[in-house]
């Protein structure tokens, strides 16, 4: 009777112990313990990303370059592909198609100190805004095929801007593009171009 009384008093003092402890009894408490004190803060999430044009602008690898005029007709419209709030300068546009440019033109495409557009580029960048242009071939002479692996096309370059806010931007712009073209091992590069700006309206 006594070793029974003396067996209740240790279970109940063991119970009474593991009760009362600061830290939790058996194995499962422990590691909740131990999780609690070593688990991270939760990390603020990074800014998304923007893409350049939202995604809409021209993508040079799609291009049949056996064309000579998707070739030229992607070439001017990616020339004139800006967004505001990705690219520093104008000249931004230009270096997103160096894929369709000979070795030599895409070496040419470098960026500037400063924007030299950077008035008309105020109110669009305010509403990191992106450009949308669109052609039509210039009226004249100046297109023409120079020879079998040579050719020059002009185009009448419009476009609006859209903002990411909603925001509606009235100013439009206006640019005559002269795109210089040769073909190589089947396909047409751009070796040279040369733009020309027509106003700007508000």
């Not at 131990?34 to 803060?41: H, K």
């Not at 893409?51 to 602008?57: E, R």
């Not at 070439?75 to 546009?93: E, F, G, I, P, V």
Request: proline content about 6%.
């Amino acid at each position: 009777m006594a070793d029974m009384t003396r067996h209740r008093l240790i279970t109940a003092l063991a119970l009474a112990l593991c009760l009362l402890s600061l830290t939790a009894c058996g194995p499962e408490g422990a590691q909740q313990t131990s999780e609690q004190t070593t688990a991270p803060a939760t990390a603020t999430p990074s800014p998304t990303k923007l893409t350049p044009g939202q995604g809409s602008f021209p993508d040079p690898t799609t291009v049949e370059r056996a064309d000579v005029e998707a070739t030229a007709e992607t070439a001017a419209l990616m020339l004139h592909s800006w967004d505001t709030a990705t690219d520093r300068t104008q000249t931004a546009a230009a270096i997103r198609t160096k894929p369709l440019m000979s070795e030599d033109w895409a070496a040419n495409q470098v960026e500037p100190e400063r924007n030299g557009n950077q008035a008309a580029w105020l109110e669009p960048a305010e509403h990191q805004a992106y450009s949308a242009p669109g052609l039509v071939p210039a009226v004249g002479d100046v297109s023409r095929d120079v020879a079998t692996d040579r050719a020059i096309r002009a185009y009448d370059l419009t476009w609006q801007w859209i903002s990411r806010d909603g925001h509606e931007i009235e100013a439009t712009g206006q640019r005559q593009v002269v795109i210089y073209l040769e073909k190589h091992n089947g396909h047409w590069d751009v070796v040279g171009h040369q733009t020309h700006d027509m106003g700007t309206s508000k």
